[in-house]
DNA sequence: CGGGAGGTTGAAATCACTCAATTAGAGTGG
DNA sequence: CCACTCTAATTGAGTGATTTCAACCTCCCG
């Protein structure tokens, strides 16, 4: 374990501490589904009340574990994880890259058995939120329900772009997809801009998000890095020809259902 | 159009006419519902007074389009569907398929826009449902909201175990695979036993869902009758070693999240 | 008995994989 | 600051799975 676990009770508490406090993650809640619908005065307040958790992780630890049967979400404060499942023979495929806002595990809430783990990809702050209180929320606000709802319904889409991108789209096209939805996606929410971002993830991760070796991966970066469209160095990348790349894999970002831009 | 629309509101005709009728459809509807979760009389009551329009349809019409803004969200009664995405140069990816008692739209009551098409598969009959009815629904009954969230989370569900079929399953265990995933849920309706079922799809359609040609679909198809362990003649297949498929698979049927069997 | 969609097969080409070795970088302890 | 170590990135060579192309067959339906 990385780090102890910091129970509090929101709105009763101040951050006087060093690091995210409850109330810096109920302000990331709120933010988040404001992003998508107006909240109430009263439904804010509610989500003001939620009983959260905050904890600190280490890169690379599993959040929640398949066949687990979580009491609780997590929601990423800072950092980034990955859903993904192991299969015989050592093979892995990773379902998605989640960012800061995001509840990757949003789904245990009404699937009580997960079908996949949950794991952190960087060094990571998540706060968890018992699904009672989730469930008591939305039980008594409809509208946080949908909006709820909404969000893993956007997961769904993304599930589906990667389905023809693994299924239905070359190496090079997949991976340049993947790069321009992880920057419309960190540029929707503030943590990029300038068609550059940190990218905490291994040649070996990419593959097993894309359905490809870490061998292939390399060497289509390499193809990518030769026609001058990516910088890619130290986790940090720059996609210097968006045009060229967005052209290439034909992108789309419809299926993000960003209505309108997180404040 | 393959015929007449009929409109009907709830409980106030009784089905007269051959073939369903709203009350056939409702029924389909309480009976989906009912398979994961009991439901009040005031529940039931106010599903039956949903406003509902049945449709025939042929096989190989599209119900809803890519760019579309449906206003209404159409539950299968007779027939298969699946989800689609055009990609260009004519290549097409499958997400998923469709059965009785399926809402596959669902996902269109929060996500304005469609990012991908649902097509009939077979001659069907869908009742559509219009969007204001079902979001005054969910927001009066959080418990049905619940469920009908939870059934888009099992779709999501599906979706990631087609990723890892498509990315990371030889082509021999991604068809076996979708074989049985496609008999469990099937079975789990009453549309199936004995490991046998009616499977309205061509070989194109199995290779455009897990990312394959038809070719070497055919070819997967010749090496599973070599073995003896399928049967698979005039839209009929017959799963001979069902042992042998999904141990060659590694079916494990947790991620369809089936925790109670439909009556 | 024709027409058409879907199924089947062979041959050649291609994309991506595996294996194996090498290099680069980051972190650690002396 | 350097040697050591571990992980990740890189490269080459050989292999294998799957695609493409093109032809032919089969069955169903009107």
Redesign the interface.
């Known amino acids: 374990m990385a780090g102890r676990a910091v129970r509090f009770h929101l709105q009763t508490q101040r951050g006087s501490r060093d690091g995210p406090t409850p109330n810096h993650s109920i302000d990331m809640l709120i933010r988040k589904l404001e992003s998508i619908a107006r909240l109430s005065d009263e439904e804010k307040n509610a989500i003001g009340h939620l009983p959260v958790t905050v904890r600190p992780l280490n890169a690379g630890q599993d959040i929640v574990r398949e066949?687990d049967r979580p009491s609780q979400c997590c929601l990423l404060l800072e950092g980034w994880a990955c859903?993904y499942?192991i299969?015989?023979k050592g093979?892995?495929?990773i379902?998605s890259f989640h960012i800061p806002g995001d509840i990757p595990d949003l789904?245990s809430l009404?699937?009580?058995?997960m079908?996949?783990s949950v794991c952190t990809q960087s060094q990571a702050t998540v706060a968890f939120i018992p699904h009672e209180a989730l469930l008591e929320l939305?039980?008594?606000f409809?509208g946080i329900?949908?909006i709820l709802?909404?969000d893993?319904?956007?997961?769904?889409?993304v599930?589906?772009?990667?389905?023809?991108g693994?299924?239905?789209?070359t190496a090079l096209q997949a991976v340049a997809h993947l790069f321009c939805e992880l920057y419309v996606k960190l540029e929707a929410v503030g943590l990029a801009r300038d068609h550059a971002y940190r990218l905490p993830l291994t040649q070996a991760d990419l593959g097993d998000a894309?359905?490809l070796s870490n061998v292939h991966i390399n060497r289509v970066l390499k193809e990518l890095r030769g026609k001058g469209w990516i910088t890619l160095h130290g986790g940090r990348l720059e996609i210097n020809g968006w045009r060229e790349l967005a052209h290439l894999c034909?992108f789309d970002p419809?299926?993000l259902?960003l209505?309108r831009r997180a404040a």
Chains 1, 2 share one sequence.
């Open positions: 066949k859903r499942q299969l015989g093979k892995r495929q379902f789904q009404h699937l009580k058995v079908d996949h939305t039980a008594t409809p329900a949908a709802w909404r893993t319904l956007v997961d769904g889409a599930f589906r772009e990667w389905m023809t693994i299924g239905r789209r894309l359905g034909d419809t299926y259902h209505e």
